[in-house]
């Protein structure tokens, strides 16, 4: 589900896991894998770079010196004109292709991570990035530092612990667990990285039976913007590691390492597709809503409506446990939906398979995207219509609550435990439609809220959602804040959306 996204900046990968999973086990589409988006264009949405720190911050002045940080890196270091930049420097949405930062450094130690914030704090943006997916392009800093972490990406997984390296891919965490006999709730995006999924929450489709990915952080490894290497856990920085649990990426500091506490693999995960026919999405959708409720955590599903007209609907999803299980629960869908299924397709398959099967394309993609929040029950006519005529988009609506509502809402930075479900607008976008495509995710963006669907997921990072701190992070942001300015005094991490800014 959650593309969430790159280390840096959240955003990507799960909707191409949602969408996938309401389509047939033999419908591979090439969707975006991640996912939040309205009105305005986003073609700058990084802050200009400094040309010095400001007064008073007791942080050097000046450019950095290029040669001196080169010379401390175990890693590389491209600048401009130089082979591999042009390559290094693209995050996963080409949409931001056209962005360029002074440098990216490709690091490998926790002391290069170091070496790289104490070079240019102060003098250039700084942008951690894992697996780059960031919908804003914000992993991705015009003029700025990308600071890639991808090399710091081993799956250590020992007993129930597992310690993962800030820039692993989830296909490639999911394969380590899985080896180990262990699970962890988390994205769909084969190439989202760790980091990212994990600081802005972490839906999946194990979310109603197991959490968030964020819930199962035991602590972290950390460095802020004076350049100390910190670990936040429970019982060490304690503030700090509320907030990176759903404070979203890139706010407080540079994650390294993250250690997770894991489940036991599920024996049997059964997943399923639903296609309904055409034209019958507001009938289907008031029924999912009430029956999501009702389900057993064991059940995650999501629903999606593709744009056009007319409007096409289908359910899918995860079953913790057999297919004769599963039966009874989507019957009890099926009666009350007005429409009886055109294709069905249910599959039981090991952890493994199960991921693997929700996994989209690695392929990069263009495209703008959004997201809102669905509390209470939204009018589901209302929400079908802004979808009509939309040709290419799609809203992916994922079932929330179980597990995801154990915790208190200021338990951790993650606000959203109350949400039913969450709703990601992605609508494919080139440079020359970019501008069209933004004002049409922004129109429906307020067609949902209209509908009754507020807030937003922060790993659907959108540079135009209205009231966007509210929206992210609800009563959670004062907190965040005071947090990020006792790590990051200087705003050193700063950024569209970040939560000084």
Same mark, same amino acid.
């Given at each position: 589900?959650?593309?969430?996204?790159?280390?840096?900046?959240?955003?990507?990968?799960?909707?191409?896991?949602?969408?996938?999973?309401?389509?047939?086990?033999?419908?591979?589409?090439?969707?975006?894998?991640?996912?939040?988006?309205?009105?305005?264009?986003?073609?700058?949405?990084?802050?200009?770079?400094?040309?010095?720190?400001?007064?008073?911050?007791?942080?050097?002045?000046?450019?950095?010196?290029?040669?001196?940080?080169?010379?401390?890196?175990?890693?590389?270091?491209?600048?401009?004109?130089?082979?591999?930049?042009?390559?290094?420097?693209?995050?996963?949405?080409?949409?931001?292709?056209?962005?360029?930062?002074?440098?990216?450094?490709?690091?490998?130690?926790?002391?290069?991570?170091?070496?790289?914030?104490?070079?240019?704090?102060?003098?250039?943006?700084?942008?951690?990035?894992?697996?780059?997916?960031?919908?804003?392009?914000?992993?991705?800093?015009?003029?700025?530092?990308?600071?890639?972490?991808?090399?710091?990406?081993?799956?250590?997984?020992?007993?129930?612990?597992?310690?993962?390296?800030?820039?692993?891919?989830?296909?490639?965490?999911?394969?380590?667990?899985?080896?180990?006999?262990?699970?962890?709730?988390?994205?769909?995006?084969?190439?989202?990285?760790?980091?990212?999924?994990?600081?802005?929450?972490?839906?999946?489709?194990?979310?109603?039976?197991?959490?968030?990915?964020?819930?199962?952080?035991?602590?972290?490894?950390?460095?802020?913007?004076?350049?100390?290497?910190?670990?936040?856990?429970?019982?060490?920085?304690?503030?700090?590691?509320?907030?990176?649990?759903?404070?979203?990426?890139?706010?407080?500091?540079?994650?390294?390492?993250?250690?997770?506490?894991?489940?036991?693999?599920?024996?049997?995960?059964?997943?399923?597709?639903?296609?309904?026919?055409?034209?019958?999405?507001?009938?289907?959708?008031?029924?999912?809503?009430?029956?999501? @409720? /009702?389900?057993?955590?064991? #059940?995650?599903? $999501? %629903?999606?409506?593709?744009? !056009?007209?007319?409007?096409?609907? +289908? *359910?899918?999803?995860?079953?913790?446990?057999? @297919? /004769?299980?599963?039966?009874? #629960?989507?019957? $009890? %869908?099926?009666?009350?939906? !007005?429409?009886?299924?055109?294709? +069905? *397709?249910?599959?039981?398959?090991?952890?493994?398979? /199960?991921?693997?099967?929700?996994?989209?394309?690695?392929?990069?993609?263009?495209?703008?995207?959004?997201?809102?929040?669905?509390?209470?029950?939204?009018?589901?006519?209302?929400?079908?219509?802004?979808?009509?005529?939309?040709?290419?988009?799609?809203?992916?609506?994922?079932?929330?609550?179980?597990?995801?509502?154990?915790?208190?809402?200021?338990?951790?930075?993650?606000?959203?435990?109350?949400?039913?479900?969450?709703?990601?607008?992605?609508?494919?976008?080139?440079?020359?439609?970019?501008?069209?495509?933004?004002?049409?995710?922004?129109?429906?963006?307020?067609?949902?809220?209209?509908?009754?669907?507020?807030?937003?997921?922060?790993?659907?990072?959108?540079?135009?959602?209205?009231?966007?701190?509210?929206?992210?992070?609800?009563?959670?942001?004062?907190?965040?804040?005071?947090?990020?300015?006792?790590?990051?005094?200087?705003?050193?991490?700063?950024?569209?959306?970040?939560?000084?800014?």
């Amino acid at each position: 589900m959650d593309s969430e996204h790159d280390q840096g900046r959240p955003g990507v990968r799960r909707r191409t896991f949602l969408r996938i999973a309401g389509v047939s086990a033999a419908g591979a589409v090439a969707a975006a894998c991640g996912p939040e988006k309205p009105a305005a264009p986003v073609a700058s949405t990084a802050p200009a770079p400094p040309t010095s720190a400001p007064s008073g911050t007791g942080l050097p002045t000046g450019p950095p010196n290029w040669d001196d940080l080169r010379s401390k890196l175990t890693g590389s270091l491209l600048r401009p004109g130089t082979d591999g930049y042009d390559t290094a420097r693209h995050g996963f949405n080409q949409l931001f292709d056209g962005n360029n930062p002074v440098a990216v450094a490709t690091v490998s130690s926790v002391a290069d991570v170091q070496a790289c914030v104490r070079a240019t704090a102060g003098r250039v943006t700084i942008a951690a990035r894992s697996g780059g997916h960031s919908y804003a392009g914000y992993s991705v800093p015009v003029g700025g530092l990308v600071i890639d972490v991808a090399a710091l990406n081993k799956v250590d997984v020992q007993g129930g612990k597992a310690v993962i390296g800030a820039g692993a891919k989830l296909k490639d965490v999911y394969a380590g667990l899985a080896r180990a006999g262990r699970a962890l709730p988390a994205g769909s995006c084969p190439t989202v990285g760790i980091a990212g999924l994990t600081l802005g929450g972490g839906i999946g489709v194990l979310a109603r039976k197991y959490g968030l990915t964020c819930d199962h952080l035991s602590s972290a490894q950390v460095v802020t913007a004076d350049g100390r290497a910190l670990t936040a856990s429970a019982n060490s920085e304690p503030d700090l590691f509320w907030a990176l649990r759903g404070g979203g990426g890139g706010n407080f500091g540079v994650v390294t390492e993250f250690t997770f506490d894991t489940d036991p693999a599920p024996q049997e995960l059964t997943v399923f597709s639903l296609h309904f026919p055409a034209g019958s999405g507001a009938g289907v959708l008031a029924a999912w809503q009430q029956w999501i @409720a /009702a389900m057993p955590p064991e #059940l995650w599903a $999501n %629903l999606v409506l593709s744009g !056009g007209s007319p409007v096409q609907c +289908r *359910v899918g999803g995860c079953y913790v446990g057999g @297919a /004769a299980g599963l039966t009874t #629960l989507l019957n $009890n %869908l099926t009666t009350n939906a !007005g429409a009886r299924p055109t294709q +069905r *397709v249910v599959k039981t398959l090991d952890y493994l398979g /199960a991921m693997k099967y929700f996994e989209g394309s690695s392929n990069r993609q263009s495209f703008v995207a959004s997201s809102r929040m669905i509390t209470a029950p939204v009018d589901a006519a209302k929400v079908v219509a802004v979808a009509d005529g939309r040709q290419g988009m799609d809203l992916l609506i994922d079932g929330l609550g179980g597990a995801v509502a154990g915790p208190a809402k200021d338990a951790t930075a993650f606000w959203h435990r109350d949400a039913l479900a969450s709703v990601q607008v992605y609508a494919p976008a080139t440079a020359k439609t970019r501008t069209k495509v933004t004002q049409a995710v922004g129109d429906v963006v307020a067609g949902l809220a209209a509908a009754g669907a507020g807030g937003g997921y922060v790993n659907y990072i959108d540079p135009a959602l209205p009231d966007w701190k509210t929206a992210y992070y609800g009563d959670n942001a004062k907190r965040l804040q005071d947090v990020a300015k006792k790590y990051d005094p200087y705003n050193v991490f700063r950024f569209g959306q970040g939560v000084v800014s």
